[in-house]
């Protein structure tokens, strides 16, 4: 019988959302009450335990999970606000003709550079827009960008499906990174050439292709995962294969793609990138590559709270000048001013944002809650 209710909790989410098509909001509002009333009636769990509990997991997805995906799609806003999108847009569009070339940049490169900074479909939804204006076929468009993103999605929005995992389990954040870095293969790039460019005559221009990208991926991947931690992998694999990528198209362009003058100023490419490049240096500065630094911001501006459950104390910990949704606010913010936004647009499309993402933090609150709640009621045991 103990079994059976505990099982009921997930079971409700599943129903709900699978069946009665409600949303995730409402479907994950109904499946914490039903879990709380479960803990406390099946399980015996003492209510101000269950309060603490639930008053954690909240906490646990306010930080770092919301905060993290507030200022992701925070920065993607203020290049939409700014139309340096568009700039981004075009860029991928000049640098080849080749269609195998042009999906895997959009797809591998910058679809998993968007799912390192952002996640939250944005690495999906963005890639597959742009293939579609280059007069790719829509569901085509998706499949190719879902399937790239099946490895950036590890590391996704800073690191934190690892540094979630690594927080729950007590496990070495690095050593965790490496592992899942070692998983990962090369077999991805070259499925994506493929469904592009199935022709038997493009197969060793597309394994090649895939050997070098997924070479220089999961090579700097892991040596990021190995001395940096799970924040930056994602980030700096995506940077590097659009390099090799934008080299490679380089240097097989034909003589007409190499005549064709690009339109777009320097000037204007490094502010339609701009946001990104201050996270990506924000990121490595606060990285362990540096454990001076790391140790003296780590210890600055802290949040500590105890919490009582189950007759023992719980400690949630925030170290904000090393968090990566701080980071990625003010490398946002820093990189909109360049880009031409006032600090007034800038906090009104942050406010936007978070109208946005209103069912979203009821969503992941409720959720986390949850699974906190049964956790530590025991039904997860």
Not at 115 to 143: N, R, W
Not at 243 to 269: M, Q
Not at 272 to 294: D, H, K, M, N, Q
Request: with cysteine; glycine share 6%.
């Amino acid at each position: 019988m103990n079994l059976i209710i505990a099982i009921v909790p997930v079971l409700s989410l599943i129903v709900l959302m699978a069946f009665f098509k409600m949303s995730g909001d409402k479907s994950s509002i109904i499946s914490l009450v039903v879990t709380m009333l479960i803990a406390f009636f099946g399980f015996h769990f003492p209510l101000d335990d269950l309060l603490f509990s639930f008053l954690y997991g909240a906490m646990k997805a306010v930080s770092p999970i919301l905060i993290i995906i507030l200022m992701a799609i925070f920065s993607y806003n203020v290049l939409l606000k700014t139309e340096k999108m568009e700039i981004i847009k075009q860029q991928f569009s000049s640098i080849s003709t080749d269609k195998s070339i042009q999906v895997l940049l959009l797809t591998w490169g910058f679809g998993g550079l968007l799912e390192a900074m952002a996640g939250f479909g944005t690495a999906v939804a963005i890639p597959a827009a742009i293939l579609i204006s280059l007069g790719f076929k829509p569901i085509f468009s998706a499949t190719v960008s879902l399937i790239a993103n099946s490895v950036a999605t590890a590391f996704g929005a800073i690191g934190t499906p690892v540094l979630v995992l690594a927080k729950e389990t007590s496990l070495n954040v690095q050593t965790l990174s490496t592992n899942v870095v070692l998983q990962l293969s090369v077999l991805i790039p070259l499925i994506l050439l493929f469904l592009t460019d199935p022709k038997l005559k493009s197969l060793p221009k597309n394994v090649l292709l895939a050997l070098l990208v997924g070479s220089v991926s999961l090579g700097s991947q892991y040596i990021a995962a190995r001395y940096m931690g799970a924040e930056s992998p994602a980030i700096i694999g995506s940077i590097l294969s659009i390099i090799v990528i934008i080299l490679y198209g380089k240097l097989t362009a034909t003589k007409k793609e190499k005549n064709r003058r690009n339109i777009l100023k320097s000037k204007d490419i490094f502010k339609a990138w701009s946001i990104y490049l201050f996270i990506l240096l924000l990121i490595i500065v606060t990285s362990p590559l540096f454990p001076g630094l790391r140790n003296t911001l780590e210890n600055n501006w802290v949040t500590h709270i105890s919490l009582p459950i189950n007759m023992s104390t719980v400690n949630y910990t925030i170290s904000w000048l090393t968090h990566a949704g701080v980071l990625l606010f003010a490398g946002t913010f820093a990189g909109g001013l360049i880009q031409g936004a006032t600090v007034k647009e800038l906090f009104v499309v942050l406010w936007k944002t978070v109208k946005q993402l209103e069912k979203t933090f009821i969503t992941v609150i409720c959720l986390v809650g949850l699974s906190t709640v049964m956790d530590t009621s025991g039904m997860i045991s």
